[in-house]
């Protein structure tokens, strides 16, 4: 109802597409930087540092693309990209860092692929705001085609990475093993009771 007002093209803030989409994307990106930081162990003031670094990002990038001066424009569009930078560095460097001294090999495989996927796809979105909002060399249609497809990738595929820490599969623990119980006083003595375990039956026998 506002775009068939016209009121649209006078306030581009109140564009039904700009501002639905930066809105979402507001939310779901510092969610998906707080999913990397806990699957990374980082500590929770990094964590909430490069979220609130991304959501500085997202704000520059919708008031670049309502902006109505095009100095103005590119202007914003700088400092999205300046503030971009320290969570690719985040990504990258410290969160890896950090899953890398939990020594789990799972984890840091697992990061290593979504981290990638993450920076990759998130590295494509200013090039379409380049192209799109910036200096309108494609059409509004597939601007909000190509990000629909961006979107896709990094949160769909994201989620069902994410999600494989905690449904892969575990090795069983074989019931058959034998188990013994260390001695907590010394080696001797650990030596001596498992010695004494094997010469006992391991039922005792039934009354006649």
Do not use: H
């Amino acid at each position: 109802m506002v775009v068939g007002a016209g009121l649209a093209r006078r306030f581009p803030f109140l564009s039904c597409n700009d501002t639905d989409r930066y809105v979402d994307w507001a939310v779901t990106t510092p969610l998906m930087i707080l999913n990397l930081g806990l699957l990374a162990g980082e500590d929770t003031v990094m964590i909430a540092a490069v979220m609130g670094a991304d959501v500085g990002m997202i704000v520059a990038g919708y008031l670049g693309a309502v902006a109505l001066v095009p100095t103005v424009k590119w202007l914003w569009f700088i400092i999205g990209l300046a503030v971009f930078a320290p969570v690719v560095i985040a990504l990258v460097r410290t969160f890896r860092q950090t899953v890398i001294d939990k020594n789990d090999v799972d984890r840091i495989e697992l990061y290593g692929k979504v981290s990638l996927l993450t920076i990759v796809v998130w590295s494509l979105y200013p090039i379409v705001w380049f192209l799109g909002v910036g200096t309108g060399a494609i059409g509004v249609s597939l601007e909000a085609i190509s990000f629909a497809i961006l979107d896709v990738i990094s949160k769909c595929v994201f989620s069902f990475m994410i999600v494989q820490l905690n449904v892969s599969p575990k090795p069983p623990i074989p019931s058959s093993a034998p188990q013994y119980l260390p001695c907590c006083k010394c080696t001797r003595t650990g030596l001596l009771d498992i010695l004494l375990l094997q010469n006992q039956p391991l039922l005792p026998p039934l009354p006649l």
